[in-house]
């Protein structure tokens, strides 16, 4: 399988964009969180100390798949937009890139990830608790559609 994560560059940004409407709009609702964070990934996510990855499969290097890290302080960062494009589901691109994710993670000292999410991804919270992720309260909620919240400890 030739897949490679590469760092987000403004030419990734209409990928970025289209992987996470494919999703959301098949699951849930773009929110205007949402809405910012993919119209604006540099001063939303970039800017603050933040990641974005992307997946890229085949000789041709065509993307299937981001993932972001939100930095929510100096040992903490949030795990957001992960999406991998149907076609391309099942081929273990979702686990490479958390891997690679909770890896910088690690790498920049954080000491915590965490995520929102909503129980509908049924699958996503599957690869969430096989990384270690656990359940817990949701309280101060940033995302209308989330009602699960998770949390991985260095």
């Known amino acids: 399988m030739n897949v ?15 992987l996470s409407y494919e999703w959301l709009e098949k699951y849930v609702s773009v929110e205007p969180i949402d809405e910012e964070m993919l119209n604006n990934p540099k001063s939303f996510i ?38 991998v494009t149907e076609k391309y589901q099942g ?27 909503n129980q509908k991804l049924t699958k996503a919270i599957g690869l969430y608790k096989k990384f270690g992720f656990i ?6 909620n940033k995302y209308i559609e989330s009602d699960l919240k998770m949390e991985l400890l260095f």
């Open 135 to 140: 359940e817990i309260p949701l309280n101060n």
């Open 91 to 117: 081929l273990k691109l979702g686990q490479n890139l958390m891997d690679h994710c909770l890896n910088v993670a690690k790498q920049q000292g954080a000491n915590k990830v965490i995520l929102y999410t």
């Open 46 to 83: 970039l800017d603050g100390g933040g990641h974005i990855f992307m997946a890229t499969y085949g000789d041709n290097n065509e993307t299937v798949g981001t993932v972001s890290l939100i930095r929510v302080d100096n040992n903490t960062f949030e795990l957001a937009k992960l999406a």
């Open 4 to 18: 490679k994560i590469v760092n987000y560059q403004e030419s990734y940004q209409q990928d970025f964009k289209k």
